[in-house]
Each structure stands twice: as structure tokens, then as C-alpha cells.
């Protein structure tokens, strides 16, 4: 009876390692096609990924073919209107030439006048002895240019009719120079052409002062251009001044 038992235990056992056997079979398959789908699953992902990538890509190059077509249309009204209007210079281009032509005979002409007018002239020496001294031909030309702007600033307050005080020769930057040069004791501040020059640029100053003083009483125009008149003489002795101020300095460092 005992080995009828031992014997069935046998074979249920046997039995049971089959099944197993076939259980682990059906497993790894299972694993294998469950793979397998997510290996296709993943590559369609991807395909679809790059189908995406490919209509974005048409997309982009629809686009691009849009604007280059747009791009296109305007060079070719561009061009258009260039040759019109080489057209156009084409039917001047006989006027043109001719006006061309004149233009060159004037030119002539002004040159041989001014050829004329040179070959006529004779330059003092003097002037050739002011270029030595290139520093102050700089400085003295920026207090020129400073004075031309002192006056313009106080000719655009005169629709103001207000008796306002100028800048005084000492304070402005030629005052400042002279002032400095005689500190300096600078050989020129002997020369009298040097009292000249102080007088000149007072004058000047004065003459400004007294221009704004009477616009602002309003006084008739007339005494207004005396005035205005004498500003522009005194200015101009100024400005010979500050060139004989030159030509002695020049002259010296010789």
C-alpha cells in the first residue's frame, strides 16, 4: 500500500515540474512578446515623432517659398523702376550734357580770373612771419571765434528789450589771456601795437554793452546801426590787433 502511495507522489510530482516547466515556457514568452510590443509601440512613437518633424520642416519651407515669391515680386517692381528711370536719364542726358558743358566754361573762367586776381596780388611779408607760431595762431583764431559768439549771444536777446549786463573785457577768455601774458611778463606786452589791442577788445565790449542798453530803451533804429556799425569796426581793429599780437610773437621766436 505504501509503495501504491510513494509511487503516486512520484508522478504528481513529475507532474508539477512539468506544469512548471510549461508555466516558466508561457512566462518568458509572455516577457518576450510584451517586449516585443513595446519595441513596436516605441517605434511608432518615433514615427510619429518624426512625421511631425517632417511637416514642421514642410511647413518651414512653404513658409520660406512665400516670403522668397514676396522677396521676388519687389526686386522685380524694383528693377522696373530703375529702368524707368534710366529711361528718364537717358532723354535728359543731351540737357544734361549740355548744362555739363556750360558749368565746365564757367569754371574755366572763374579759375582764370582767379589766376588773374593772384597773379596780381602781393602778400606782406609780414604774414609769412605769423605762420611760425602755430600754437597761438590757434589760440588767438578760438578767441575770434569767441567774440563772433559773444556777439551772436547777445543779438538773440534783443527782441527781449531787456538792458541786460554783458561779460566784461576782463572775465571773457581774451581778458583772462591778456591777463596771464602780462603776468607772464611776455615780451610783446611792451610793444604798444600790445595797449592797441586792450583798447580794441574794451572797445568792443563797450560798444556790445551799450547796443543792449539802448534796445532795451528803445531807441530809434536808426542810432541802432550807428551803434551796430561801430561794433563791427571796433571788432575788425580787434581782430587786426590780435594779428599784430601774432606777427611780434612770431617775429620773435625767430
Excluded at 501504491?4 to 518576450?32: C, D, G
Excluded at 597761438?136 to 559773444?150: G, P, R, V
Excluded at 528789450?161 to 583772462?176: A, E, H, Y
Excluded at 561794433?231 to 601774432?246: Q, V
Amino acid at each position: 500500500g505504501f509503495a501504491v502511495v510513494a509511487q503516486e507522489v512520484r508522478n504528481l510530482a513529475n507532474r508539477s515540474a512539468q506544469a512548471a516547466s510549461k508555466i516558466k515556457s508561457l512566462v518568458e514568452s509572455a516577457n518576450f512578446e510584451a517586449n516585443e510590443g513595446k519595441n513596436i509601440a516605441d517605434n511608432m512613437i518615433k514615427g510619429y515623432e518624426d512625421l511631425a518633424s517632417k511637416i514642421s520642416q514642410t511647413k518651414e519651407i512653404i513658409n520660406s517659398v512665400t516670403i522668397f515669391s514676396k522677396e521676388q515680386e519687389i526686386g522685380i517692381i524694383q528693377i522696373n523702376d530703375t529702368i524707368s528711370k534710366i529711361d528718364s536719364a537717358t532723354q535728359k542726358n543731351a540737357k544734361t550734357a549740355l548744362n555739363i558743358d556750360n558749368l565746365s566754361n564757367e569754371v574755366s573762367k572763374l579759375s582764370n580770373k582767379l589766376l588773374q586776381i593772384t597773379s596780381q596780388s602781393k602778400i606782406d611779408d609780414k604774414y609769412y612771419e605769423m605762420v611760425e607760431n602755430i600754437n597761438l595762431i590757434k589760440e588767438l583764431s578760438t578767441y575770434k571765434n569767441d567774440h563772433i559768439n559773444f556777439k551772436k549771444r547777445y543779438y538773440k536777446t534783443l527782441n527781449n528789450f531787456t538792458n541786460s549786463i554783458i561779460d566784461d573785457c576782463k572775465s571773457c577768455n581774451v581778458g583772462k589771456w591778456m591777463m596771464s601774458c602780462e603776468n607772464n611778463n611776455e615780451i610783446f606786452v611792451k610793444n604798444e601795437k600790445w595797449k592797441v589791442l586792450k583798447q580794441t577788445h574794451k572797445d568792443v565790449h563797450q560798444k556790445m554793452q551799450e547796443y543792449i542798453t539802448q534796445n532795451a530803451n528803445k531807441i530809434e533804429n536808426k542810432i541802432l546801426r550807428q551803434i551796430a556799425s561801430q561794433i563791427e569796426d571796433a571788432t575788425m581793429k580787434f581782430f587786426d590787433s590780435l594779428n599784430d599780437i601774432l606777427y611780434l610773437e612770431s617775429k620773435n621766436k625767430k
